[in-house]
């Protein structure tokens, strides 16, 4: 039974390793969400500037109702852009690995940094403070 077991993960080490090599650059996943991205920037980038260009002909009430319609749309693009971009942060298992990142207690620096900012009692002790003159 354990001959059965190891064989079995000997197995799919084998194929992970066969998988990974044969995989160079991104996944697939990865690669389209750029792309998605990209495409939406430039979306966006046509879209203001035939709007924007529609103002530069308008004027009285009618600039400010395409201003309106402008912004509105443009809210729309900007939150359709960055859903995108969450999910490209979380493509190949990225946003498993910054999450663990931000929940790490304590970094070597963060300790570093602890020691420098905080007194000893030694040095609290004997420290020498400023006199000021009362006002």
Request: negative net charge; hydrophobic residues 25%.
């Amino acid at each position: 039974m354990l001959e059965e077991q190891l064989n079995r993960a000997k197995q799919k080490i084998h194929s992970f390793q066969q998988h990974s090599a044969d995989t160079v650059g991104p996944g697939q996943e990865h690669e389209e969400l750029r792309r998605r991205v990209e495409s939406g920037v430039r979306e966006l980038w046509y879209f203001v500037r035939s709007e924007v260009r529609k103002l530069d002909q308008t004027h009285g009430p009618l600039r400010r109702r395409l201003t309106d319609n402008l912004l509105h749309d443009l809210g729309t693009q900007q939150r359709s852009i960055m859903t995108d971009l969450f999910h490209f942060s979380h493509v190949d298992g990225a946003g498993d690995w910054r999450q663990k990142e931000a929940n790490r207690d304590t970094t070597p620096h963060d300790e570093e940094d602890k020691r420098d900012t905080t007194p000893h009692k030694e040095k609290v002790e004997t420290a020498k403070y400023p006199m000021y003159p009362s006002l």
